[in-house]
């Protein structure tokens, strides 16, 4: 019985020295050895055998890259500005020797170090500066501890700042700040719209009234063509006809009642050339009713046979009753004219100073055509 106890036991202790002879060491880990004390080796990912009793194996290392958050850390700016500056930094441990031997503690070693130097560099720079440089404090962060922890066998891939918290007054004068900055982006840009629509109305505007005034232009051409060809063709006409006194007369005539046309007339001047018109056209009248007896007109000149216009007016000549007709519708015009303007011209009128012709009286009668010249 007793042998079967020890036999057991020595089984029990043989299992213990074989599980602490071999030791199997995960991916990405390292292990230190000591023996009696001392360093040994370093302990790479595998089965391992070490010396029970001799080497001792300190816990495992990670060798995978590791993140480690700070807590929030007061910070003055060089405009004297408190802030909290809140980082994360990522690290990877190089030699797992170093970092074992080198420093007790390489978190709280990389923390401190960490905020003493993210104090310097924020110092340096005002608050502006530290809101809009992010990347250059990460760069200059991450140079610093590289070079502070290489030695503890740790790299520092990169420092990230996450968040900068200004006091409350900063915050409420920085939110003003930017709400002052669009108000003045927003009135920019209203000035600038209104600035190009009155420059683009402007424009139409300006293209409308050269438009405008090319038409008025061409119009105006138009017109004093046409008036400059009707005037031409009158006048082509008129000297074609060879009009004598007489038929002038009898235009000039019609075209008094014309004159006394008009709201606004409200005095009507015969004019001095009145009775000569009249005298001419009795003249032809009296001529005409006189018969052979009239003495004979002048021969004209040889006309064209082929001009309407010419013998219109020839016949017109020609037409005794036409011109009786004619000269009593101008007797009857000029007395209505005369009467209007008697009418409309205030009490006591007669004509304005400084006329040649006669004035027409209340009382006085239209003039008659003068009769014409005896016969013989």
Same mark, same amino acid.
């Given at each position: 019985?007793?042998?079967?106890?020890?036999?057991?036991?020595?089984?029990?202790?043989?299992? +213990?020295?074989?599980?602490?002879?071999?030791?199997?060491?995960?991916?990405?880990? /390292?292990?230190?050895?000591?023996?009696?004390?001392? &360093?040994?080796?370093?302990?790479?990912?595998?089965?391992?055998?070490?010396?029970?009793?001799?080497?001792?194996?300190?816990?495992?290392?990670?060798?995978?890259?590791?993140?480690?958050? +700070?807590?929030?850390?007061?910070?003055?700016?060089?405009?004297?500005?408190?802030?909290?500056?809140?980082?994360?930094? &990522?690290?990877?441990?190089?030699?797992?020797?170093?970092?074992? &031997?080198?420093?007790?503690?390489?978190?709280?070693?990389?923390?401190?170090?960490?905020?003493?130097?993210?104090?310097?560099?924020?110092?340096?720079?005002?608050? $502006?500066?530290?809101?809009?440089?992010?990347?250059?404090?990460?760069?200059?962060?991450?140079?610093?501890?590289?070079?502070?922890?290489?030695?503890?066998?740790?790299?520092?891939?990169?420092?990230?700042?996450?968040?900068?918290?200004?006091?409350?007054?900063?915050?409420?004068?920085?939110?003003?700040?930017?709400?002052?900055?669009?108000?003045?982006?927003?009135?920019?840009?209203?000035?600038?719209?209104?600035?190009?629509?009155?420059?683009?109305?402007?424009?139409?505007?300006?293209?409308?009234?050269?438009?405008?005034?090319?038409?008025?232009?061409?119009?105006?051409?138009?017109?004093?063509?046409?008036?400059?060809? /009707?005037?031409?063709?009158?006048?082509?006409?008129?000297?074609?006809?060879?009009?004598?006194?007489?038929?002038?007369?009898?235009?000039?005539?019609?075209?008094?009642?014309?004159?006394?046309?008009?709201?606004?007339?409200?005095? +009507?001047?015969?004019?001095? $050339?009145?009775?000569?018109?009249?005298?001419?056209?009795?003249?032809?009248?009296?001529?005409?009713?006189?018969?052979?007896?009239?003495?004979?007109?002048?021969?004209?000149?040889?006309?064209?046979?082929?001009?309407?216009?010419?013998?219109?007016?020839?016949?017109?000549?020609?037409?005794?009753? /036409?011109?009786?007709?004619?000269?009593?519708?101008?007797?009857?015009?000029?007395?209505?004219?005369?009467?209007?303007?008697?009418?409309?011209?205030?009490?006591?009128?007669?004509?304005?100073?400084?006329?040649?012709?006669?004035?027409?009286?209340?009382?006085?009668?239209?003039?008659?055509?003068?009769?014409?010249?005896?016969?013989?």
């Amino acid at each position: 019985m007793t042998g079967l106890i020890v036999a057991l036991v020595l089984f029990v202790f043989l299992l +213990f020295v074989a599980a602490r002879t071999v030791r199997i060491i995960p991916q990405a880990r /390292a292990g230190i050895v000591e023996r009696l004390g001392r &360093y040994s080796r370093t302990l790479t990912p595998g089965l391992t055998i070490v010396i029970p009793f001799v080497d001792r194996v300190k816990p495992l290392i990670d060798l995978r890259e590791q993140v480690v958050a +700070f807590p929030p850390q007061p910070v003055i700016t060089q405009d004297n500005v408190s802030i909290g500056v809140d980082t994360v930094l &990522y690290f990877t441990i190089t030699e797992p020797k170093d970092a074992t &031997y080198e420093i007790a503690n390489p978190l709280q070693a990389i923390e401190q170090l960490t905020v003493t130097t993210l104090r310097n560099v924020i110092g340096g720079l005002t608050l $502006e500066e530290t809101l809009t440089s992010r990347d250059n404090i990460n760069s200059q962060l991450r140079v610093v501890l590289d070079e502070a922890t290489g030695k503890w066998g740790i790299r520092i891939n990169r420092v990230e700042i996450k968040s900068v918290d200004p006091p409350a007054s900063i915050q409420e004068a920085m939110e003003k700040q930017m709400r002052a900055e669009r108000d003045r982006r927003a009135s920019i840009l209203t000035a600038e719209g209104v600035k190009t629509s009155s420059i683009l109305t402007a424009e139409g505007e300006k293209q409308s009234a050269v438009l405008r005034a090319e038409g008025a232009k061409t119009s105006a051409i138009l017109r004093a063509q046409g008036e400059a060809e /009707a005037i031409d063709t009158v006048f082509s006409a008129i000297h074609a006809g060879e009009p004598d006194e007489a038929l002038l007369s009898y235009q000039y005539l019609q075209m008094l009642p014309q004159l006394a046309r008009g709201e606004a007339n409200k005095l +009507f001047i015969i004019p001095s $050339e009145f009775s000569t018109a009249l005298g001419n056209l009795g003249g032809a009248l009296g001529g005409a009713l006189g018969g052979a007896g009239r003495s004979p007109v002048p021969p004209r000149g040889p006309k064209p046979p082929d001009s309407p216009k010419q013998g219109a007016l020839g016949a017109g000549q020609a037409a005794d009753t /036409a011109a009786a007709d004619a000269v009593a519708a101008a007797a009857e015009a000029s007395a209505a004219a005369a009467a209007a303007a008697q009418d409309a011209a205030p009490p006591g009128t007669n004509s304005l100073p400084g006329d040649s012709g006669p004035a027409v009286a209340p009382e006085d009668p239209p003039a008659k055509p003068p009769p014409g010249p005896p016969s013989g």
